[in-house]
């Protein structure tokens, strides 16, 4: 009895960050060469450290709708900026997920049509979001055009109103009631919150339970709080502002305010600033106020006077001499020894412990389960500028950043060289654009079992499992034995069927001929009438061959020997040379030089007559072609599997791509090259497929074997 070992790919999400991108090309390099701009990178937005958050990952976002409509809207727009290396995203505001545009969406209209680029996500009056992307149109003449579309996804990130028809028309986004629902489905109000939103000075803050503040602490200082209402909105270069200043011309209150009132005494100043959070001011705008210590003021006995020459204010002695240059927009008299005086906008003036990278908090707002803040920020990512930018917060009080999937590792079980290492990498070439992750090929032939485990029960969301098994996984009682790493098997997750390679039953060409065997008719009418004189080389029990040579028996009644040979597969030469069986179960390439040399003649193939194969431009008939042996198939599955702990939309996401993969033109044709018939289904097609190996199996052991020993 042999263990059913793991056989093919075993894949995994590793730990290793996506790489740094350089800047994406232009829209003129896209118009001049289509191909030169990489799909952006996917993401997932996951808390980040609270003591020291990134908050230039954290605020980087443009909201495709209005403030106002958040409240209503269960999808938000996160726009990351044309520039970003990172994609936009729909934000499901209950949930707390991403969407993006799905890789199997990313081409459409049998190929015409190619998303090269998503640029934006916009929501209109309906609160219905749609996405602004560069496409691709590949014309039947070979020539090619770019194209900016507008299309609607669904909550898998597929098409439900494409961005062009495939006439080359632009979509009717308004005529179509089919697109993600935008209102939150019977949650008409947020569900209650254990944070609240507070306003010290002006400025507003999220807290907790506790009191303990989960955004930036406002600053009690009015000064400060002034300042930071004045940065909420872009301050022009040549703006002036009110502030202080002592006898001696030195700013004691920056030149913030647009209100301020003279010195009360010589040691305070009554100080005000807009309580509201909203960034446009009225009548109707509630103010808060404080008293600030001053120190050192001394009586001034200066007056303001304007320079004639510049119109300009500052300050002279009695003698009439300039004490104060005149530098000022207006001048206010001396009281209490300090003086309120309008000057050019401080742009240079923090804070005294000020950071850049802080975010200037004008507006948190709830949404769904999470919370939006609305900020003012000035970082590498907005080019030094002030620009406002949105950022999430959980109900938990965690910010949220994009952070991008982990890399995808594919462990192949096995030695570079096979079939396993092969797949693997073409899926290496192929995936890295389509999943916007890099993708790394690692070679584990020594494997151990708490290995197996790792990868089969251990993956999580960071660590994605993926593993290419023989089905039915664990195997087939009696066939195979209950190892701990077969019953592991079992908890793995569906993802896809990569491919099936059928075997071919081959006979010795010289034999052949001296027994009149030409065809699979030939081949039953000959075994009828000499029970038990035919032999059949197959590898060991438990592989592929075995179950080609069961289900050949139990389906065609006829009478023919098992000779087992060490291995997976038996060697040509087992029939050409040592002739120790007259035919055999083996993979194409397993036979295709004996083949050349007419020393073996294909009688069938174990593929399914939708498939047949084609080698050096003749066609093989398929063995369950012909009526004894209808429903006969075995192929060498490959598939992709994760581990029972990992995250249903890296599956899905995972296996769009892999089929968008297979349906490259240049990958099939490798794929036929090969005489491999490509996968690409869905998880539930193949569990369905994993049952019909199984009832295959049974038949194929229904009937005792009569058997030759085992060939070393």
Known sequence: MKRLLPFAVALWLGAALFPTQAAPPSQDDLRANPDALPMQSVWQLRPVDPQAPPWQDVFAFSLGMAPEQMARSRWLGLNTGADSERSPAL???????????????????????????????????????SLKLWLVERAPDGAQRTALGYGRVDEQGRWTVP???????????????????????GEPTPPASGLRVDTVAGQPGLRDA??????????????????????????????????????????????????????????????????????????????????????????????????????????????????????????????HGYAVAAGPYPHDWRPPGWNDERPIVRRIQRVGRHWVAEAMVRNASTGADWSLRYGLLNDAGQWLAPMPDHALHIAVLF??????????????????????????????????????????????????????????????????SGQAIDRLMHALRPVTLLTSEPLVLAIDSAKADALGIHDTQGLLAYARAHPGALRIATGDDGWTGHLAFGQFRALSGVDVQRVI????????????????????????????????????????TAAEPAHPQVFDGASWPTLASSAPLADFAAYDRFSLWAPANSDAASERRLQEAVAQVLALPSVQKQLQDLQVVAGGGSPDALLALEHEERQRWERAISVPASESPPTP
């Open 163 to 185: 961005p062009k028809t495939c006439a080359g028309e632009d979509s009717a986004l308004a005529a179509s009631s089919a697109a993600l629902p935008a209102p939150m489905p």
């Open 565 to 604: 040979i060490a291995g997976m597969y038996p060697p040509s030469d087992i029939v050409t040379q040592a002739h120790a069986a007259e035919l055999l179960f083996a993979p194409v390439n397993g036979v295709a030089v004996a083949v050349r040399r007419g020393q073996l003649r294909v009688i069938g």
């Open 210 to 335: 506790q009191g303990r503040w989960r955004s930036p602490a406002p600053l009690r200082d009015i000064a400060t709080a002034q300042w930071l209402r004045s940065r909420q909105a872009p301050v022009a270069a040549s703006a002036t502002a009110l502030g202080l200043i002592d006898g001696r011309g030195r700013t004691v209150i920056p030149f913030v305010f647009e209100q301020l009132a003279d010195a009360a005494t010589p040691r305070r100043i009554r100080l005000c600033t807009a309580a509201g959070q909203g960034p446009q001011l009225d009548a109707a705008t509630p103010r808060v106020c404080g008293w600030q210590r001053l120190r050192g003021g001394k009586a001034a006995a200066l007056r303001p006077v304007q320079d004639p020459g510049t119109g300009r204010w500052g300050y002279q002695d009695a003698r009439g001499h300039w004490a104060i240059a005149p530098q000022f927009r207006q001048a206010r008299a001396f009281r």
């Open 415 to 480: 030695p570079p060289g096979g079939r396993s290492g092969f797949y693997a990498q073409m899926l290496a070439e192929h995936l890295p654009r389509l999943l916007g992750r890099e993708v790394q090929v690692d070679y584990m032939p020594t494997a151990t079992e708490d290995a197996y485990r790792q990868l089969m029960t251990q993956g999580g969301n960071a660590k994605v499992l993926l593993a290419a098994l023989r089905l039915p996984r664990g195997g087939i009682q009696g066939v195979h």
């Open 91 to 129: 934000f499901d505001a209950l949930d707390g997920r991403a969407v993006f545009l799905s890789p199997a969406a990313r081409g459409f209209c049998d190929g015409r049509w190619r998303v090269v680029r998503l640029e934006r996500i916009d929501s209109d009056d309906s609160l219905q979001p």
